[in-house]
């Protein structure tokens, strides 16, 4: 039921997965208006049903502009965060009842494409594009769209489009990787998962020891260290040198690079 963009790291590539984490993702989905299910998806059993028969758009609308912006949500109870030290969803499983806690998320965009009345209105099927912060269950924004409307609602369909800077349009089927193997080379990865800083070739080979530089702003050189990111810091010939994180004045390596790493992720570039 669930389709789109996953990013995997070979090699030393693996090293960027930890600032991919936190970006966040875009979604293509189908929300099913009248049917709670135990998952809040179509792979749970239905729990419930209500005729939305009396449902304007208007109303599914208003419903969908509240989910937007800042909002607390609580996570699906089958999800995988760890109650007492065990998965919610093994929990559920064993027939237990778990009622998680609401944690912060950001619903960016909560764009409606389509409402389509089905089985003569009795359920509403809904097409949206959620773009949300990493943490983000698109099955719970089904669920409280439908019990904010008062005929609870689930996900039936999802396909992530973005993880970051990364994309479907960039990504390769599993069969296709099978036939061939491309991947984004590190230093295309870096670049666009991470602040840039381009050095001098005095700055490359003080790094490549371990050294520290000038931060980037002092030096005059764009793409900054943040305090949620490091600096991709790459040679004048474009290849990735380093993580750099500026400490005060300076800047420290937080990784160094070797050329020959890259992500299984690409379209005929470079491997």
Not at 140 to 168: C, E, F, K, M
Not at 173 to 200: D, G, K, M
């Amino acid at each position: 039921m669930a389709t789109g963009v996953l990013v995997v790291g070979i090699n030393k590539a693996t090293r960027l997965l930890t600032y991919i984490v936190g970006t966040s993702k875009t979604y293509t989905a189908t929300i099913r208006l009248g049917e709670s299910t135990v998952t809040d998806d179509a792979e749970g059993e239905v729990t419930a049903t209500h005729s939305a028969v009396d449902v304007s758009e208007e109303a599914i609308r208003a419903g969908v502009v509240a989910l937007t912006g800042e909002i607390q949500q609580i996570p699906s109870s089958v999800s995988a965060i760890k109650v007492n030290g065990e998965r919610a969803y093994a929990r559920v499983r064993s027939g237990e009842e778990v009622t998680l806690k609401a944690r912060p998320v950001t619903i960016h965009r909560f764009d409606v494409h389509s409402i389509r009345p089905v089985d003569d209105g009795r359920v509403v099927d809904v097409d949206v594009t959620v773009e949300c912060s990493s943490g983000t269950y698109i099955r719970a924004l089904a669920r409280d769209l439908g019990n904010a409307l008062g005929i609870g609602g689930h996900l039936t369909a999802l396909r992530r489009t973005h993880v970051g800077p990364y994309s479907l349009e960039q990504a390769r089927t599993l069969e296709q990787l099978a036939e061939e193997l491309e991947v984004l080379e590190i230093s295309e990865a870096a670049r666009a998962l991470l602040p840039n800083r381009q050095l001098s070739e005095a700055e490359t080979t003080e790094i490549s020891f371990g050294r520290r530089v000038l931060a980037g702003a002092a030096a005059g050189t764009p793409g900054a260290a943040t305090v949620e990111k490091p600096a991709a810091a790459f040679a004048p010939d474009g290849t990735l040198v380093a993580l750099l994180a500026d400490a005060g004045s300076f800047a420290k390596p937080v990784l160094v690079f070797a050329p020959g790493s890259g992500l299984p992720y690409a379209d005929g570039r470079d491997k």
